[in-house]
Every structure is written in C-alpha cells, then in structure tokens.
C-alpha cells in the first residue's frame, strides 16, 4: 500500500466552470483517485475554488458588488458542480481560508530566509482606466521570439516561452483592449536561476522513471533553457498580504504562488478537521509517498517548474542552500498529469462569447456519467479533442445503453423472469471459463492502464470486454433455452452472466460510479458500490467574519472507505433479482439539432 496525493488543479471562481474545465482536471483526478483508493491505497484527494487576483475584482466590479461576495457566491456554485458530477475529494476548500493564508505566509517567508525570494524592480502593467495592475494572463501581445499574435503577458503558448508582459510587441489589455501603462515597482522575484540547477536534475530524474507524458515533460525541459526570475507580488489589494510588507497594504501574493501551496493547505485543513492535525505529514513529509497533480496543458508552466522551485526553496536544495521550515521537507510531485484542451464544436471555450457548456447547465438535462463517459472515451488525454453534441448522443446511445447498459438489463431480465434469484451453475463449459477468466485479467488490465494515466485505454479494455459478454449472449442464447431439461444449463449461463455483471461493474465503476451504484441495486445489491462526496456547511478555522460572526463556507468531502476492494467479488447464489429498469437515458436523435439550435450563438 502507498500513501497517494490527488492534487487536483483549482477552479477559478470568476465564474461558473465549464466542461472543458473537468475534462481537464476533474473527472482524469477523480477516474484514479477512486481506482487507486479500490487497488488498496491511501489516497488524500485535495483541492478548492482559487479566488484572488485581478479577475476576481474586474468580475465583482462589473455586478456592483464585492470580490468577496462573488468569490463566496461562485465558490458554492462550483462546490455544487463538482458534487453533481460525483468527484469524490477528501477535501475541497478554499483560498479565503485563514489557514490557508497561514500555510501561504508560512512557506513564503522560509523561501524568502533561504534566499530565494529577491526583490527587483520592474515594469509593472496599470489599466489606464482603473489604476489597477493587470495580471500577466490578462495582457496580449504578439510574442518576440515566434511572432505568435496571442502570447499572454506570462508565456507564449505557441512556443512554449516563459515572457513579461514588457516583451510583448504591441500589448493590449484582454479586459477593455486598452494599452497598459507600465511603471517601475519592486516586488519579490522567485529566484529561478539559482533553482535552476536542482529544477533540471528533478526533471531529468521523472523522465529517466518513463512515467510522465512525453509532451509534460518535454515542455518543462525546455522551459528550463532561458530561465529567469520570477514575480511573486502584485500591487494588488484582493490576495494574501506579503510578509514583511505589512505596510505596504496595496502589494500582495501573486495568485500563483498563492494558488500552488494550496494542495499543501488543504491536506492541512483536511488534517486539522479530522482531528489529527499532523496527518497531512504522511503524504508530504515521508519520501515513499506519491503525488499526482492533475491539470489542463494551460497551468504546466506552475505545477512543472513554478512549484518545484518553491518546494526545493523551502527545502533549501538550490544554489544558497538553506533549511526547511516548520513543515519539514516536502516531497515535490511524482507526476504532472495535464491534459490537453478540449474544444466544442471545432471551437475553443470561451465563456465571454457564448462558446460554453457550463457543467451545471450539461447535468440538468444529462445524466452525469454520460458526460464522465465522454470525457473518459473520448476527452483530452493526449491530444486536443473536440465536444460535439452528435458524437456525445452517439456514444450515450451506442455504447452505454446499447452496449453495457444492454448487457445489466437483459442479464437481470433473465434472471428475474426464469430464477427471481441468482441461480446455483451447474458445471462450467469452456467458453463459460474463457469469458469468466478474460473478464477477471481485466482487473490487472484495466487497473494498470488507469494507474498509468492512460484512461482512454482503460476504458476502452473494460468496454471491450462488454462487447465479449455481449457475444457471449448471442452465442449461447440462454433466451432460447426453455425446456425443463435445459434449466441447468440456462442457470450456468446466468450465474456467469451475474458474475461478469459484477466484475465488468467494479472495473467501469471509478468511470461511472452514479451508474455502478444503480447496476449493483439491479443484481441485488446495496448500491454502494461507488462512495459518493457530500457537501457540508463549515465554519473558518482561523478567522470570524468582519462583524465578528463565524466565517461558513461549504466543502467537499466523503468518507470513501467502504468502496470494495478491486478484485472479483463472488455473486451469492439466491440473491434476489427484481425486474429491472434501465439505468441509462437513450438520448433522441433530435437532441442533436436542439442542443446546436440552442448554442446556436458559437462565436457570435
């Protein structure tokens, strides 16, 4: 057994999230959190809404209304989200917490001791119009090095670059198209030179273990050739106050630094709200344990570079040296684990141009395991990948009702119509045992290729060996089997059936856990399958409200103890088998056309 950290990437709460965003880091987290919690692991699964930073105030001030009010209001919209679409956290938080301005405080001050927070001045970008700094991400500008027309004042995504927003030729502001001002102000700079060293071993260490995806690790090698020092202030005044800058109220964390230590906050607030507050150290503090962050291709630049050099900071592993603080050496991650982007219809999301599909607005008329089935068969693992509404209808239809949900509602049929129970088999044929032992590899199969991140293919295997059942079915014809003499035959074909049920059940369950719960009810069982996140009301550990009252919040959280463990679980002959409904909606054809008349605004 190992101890597993599921550090999953944290949703902005400028606004509600969109499918693009859980392809990215919801739904791939929460895929190998529930496989790795069944293969017997420990798994902490940790993450919150992020909101501080200038688009959180642009935001508020366009409705007139607070940025805490709006980080409150959206903060509880995505919580209900995410617990729609079953994402099974151990804890998922926030940044407005009082702990997690401690943690932050806390691990920015020993990186600053050991020497690797320098303060320079430089330009820093002003709206005209508001006074406001304008973070990196909200400026364009044509990229000096490839001449890509869309590089961000932080990186070009083109090639990859890591830039200022004072190199960009021609800057605008993404907010209102402005030209920012630029003004010369001193900050704290991530000393990434003298980490540079320490940055590019670790590297080179994860590609010599062959685990990470060739294009995460690819890309954060070559970020290493011009690496330079990096902001970790604003002249801002929504975000976590810098240490030793008290005086200073208009200068605050970036929202990047602030952001990363939050996998580390979180596993310390989980530890503090269970009761042990030291709990966390099993997952940070010991070396053996392991790491995974999981995120879109947008955010590598931060989980790659930005926060392994903040970690080895703390650690006091680069050029200067230096000793960690009260929270001990922290482990830096085993694996990046990004995904690429996923586009609707040919386009990319854009919220701001009507290029959305909010995920609350996709499970008010859709089930939630079609849209985790999607995005499992057909998201972006590797490569970018595309959302359209004919090929979401096609695989709910051909695949999940067709195929798996075919196989759960003809197996129980039969078995309620001719038993009532799961019958007692007689002696087992040979391609009775050939499907019961291609069906059973599956476990090791399947379970690989998840723990392997190759999600796709694990899905693929499990569905493949649908499709074997299926055959199976059309080859021995149990339906055909009537006579009194045949019931003994009819009662093997059905008890394997039931067994494979129950298998093909647990492998596709970390996939469509709503469903695995619903199918084990079919085959007489208790539907618990699949433990399900909750949310609860809680109070600030640390800080009261501004009129003194205690500062509630929701979060996500569950006790995912309970889920079997991954491997054949014998039916038991005589459970009873009641006739069954489908557990999958078919989707009408016409839903196609509706859905695109619907969004028929794409990039007006």
Known sequence: MSRVLSSVAWPYANGPRHIGHVAGFGVPSDVFSRYMRMAGHDVLMVSGTDEHGTPILVAADAEGISARELADRNNRLIVQDLTALGL?????????????????????????????????????????????????????????????????????????????????????????????????????????????????????????????????????????????????????????????????????????????????????????????????????????????????????????????AELLGYNGKGDKGGEPGDLGQLNLPTEVVSSEFLTMEGKKFASSRGIVIYVRDMLERYQADALRYFISAAGPETHDADFTWQEFVRRTNGELVAGWGNLVNRTASMIHKRFGQIPQPDELKEIDQKLLDAVQEGFDTVGKLIRTHRQKAALSEAMRLVGEANRYVAETQPFKLKAEEELPRLGTILWTLAQVVSDLNLLLSPFLPFSANAIDKVMGGEGKVAPMPHIEEVEDLDVKAEDGSARVYPIITGDYTSAPKWERHAVTVGTPIAKPKPVFQKLDEDVVQEELDRYSNLGK
């Not at 000393?191 to 590297?203: N, Q, V």
């Open 88 to 308: 099974s956290y151990d804890l998922f938080t926030r940044t407005t917490t009082g702990n997690h301005y401690k943690v932050v405080q806390s691990m920015f001050e020993t990186v600053r001791d050991n020497g690797y927070m320098i303060e320079q001045s430089m330009g820093a970008a002003i709206s005209p119009s508001t006074g406001r700094t304008l973070p990196d991400r909200y400026i364009e500008g044509t990229c000096p090095l490839c001449g890509y027309e869309g590089a961000r004042g932080d990186q070009c995504d083109n090639c990859g670059k890591q830039l200022d927003p004072t190199d960009l030729i021609k800057p605008r502001s993404k907010i209102n198209g402005e030209t920012p001002e630029f003004v010369e102000t001193t900050h704290y700079f991530l000393d990434l030179p003298a980490l540079a060293k320490a940055l590019g071993e670790w590297l080179d260490e994860r590609e010599e273990s062959d685990t990470w995806r060739p294009n995460v690790i690819r890309f954060s090698q070559n970020l290493l050739g011009e690496i330079k020092p990096r902001a970790m202030t604003r002249d801002i005044d929504w975000g976590i106050p810098v240490p030793g800058w008290e005086d200073q109220p208009n200068k605050r964390l970036y929202v990047w630094f602030d952001a990363v230590v939050g996998y580390l906050s979180a596993s310390i607030e989980w530890a503090r709200r269970n009761g042990d507050p030291e709990a966390w150290r099993k997952w940070w503090n010991d070396p053996e344990a392991l790491s995974y962050y999981f995120m879109g291709k947008d955010n590598i630049v931060f989980h790659s570079q930005i926060w392994p």
